[in-house]
């Protein structure tokens, strides 16, 4: 079992940067691969970016190529999301998830815990 708590959100004007964080509990952290997801009101959530048990790979979305990175530590039992250059459509819930799947997945349904969510505000 693992629990995930998510800090860092708040409001940004656009062009700014953020750093997420998600602070996992549990000794077997390093064996979920892990993912962020967002989601904006009215919205479904969608992925965003996952990082592999290791941090030797990762994938992130489309929409947030070249901006965000994800990264973790786990000796810190600790994954992070770096955001640069963020817009007003970067505005959202953020959440962080676990899966115990091999190789990276975009898919909400392979992720097996989640966190409360960390809001994100972009302002133009």
């Known amino acids: 079992q693992v629990q995930l708590v998510e800090s860092g959100g708040g409001l940004v004007q656009a062009g700014g940067s953020l750093r997420l964080s998600c602070a996992a509990s549990?000794?077997?952290?390093?064996?979920?691969?892990m993912g962020w997801f967002r989601q904006a009101p009215g919205k479904e959530r969608e992925f965003v970016a996952t990082?592999?048990?290791?941090?030797?790979?990762?994938y992130v979305a489309d929409s947030v190529k070249g901006r965000f990175t994800i990264s973790r530590d786990n000796a810190k039992n600790a994954v992070y999301l770096q955001m640069n250059s963020l817009k007003p459509e970067d505005t959202a819930v953020y959440y962080c998830?676990?899966?115990?799947?091999?190789?990276?997945?975009?898919?909400?349904?392979?992720?097996?815990?989640w966190g409360q969510g960390t809001q994100v505000t972009v302002s133009s």
């Open positions: 990082i592999n048990w290791s941090g030797g790979s990762t």
């Open positions: 998830a676990a899966t115990m799947q091999a190789g990276l997945t975009d898919s909400r349904a392979a992720y097996d815990y």
């Open positions: 549990g000794r077997t952290f390093s064996s979920y691969a």
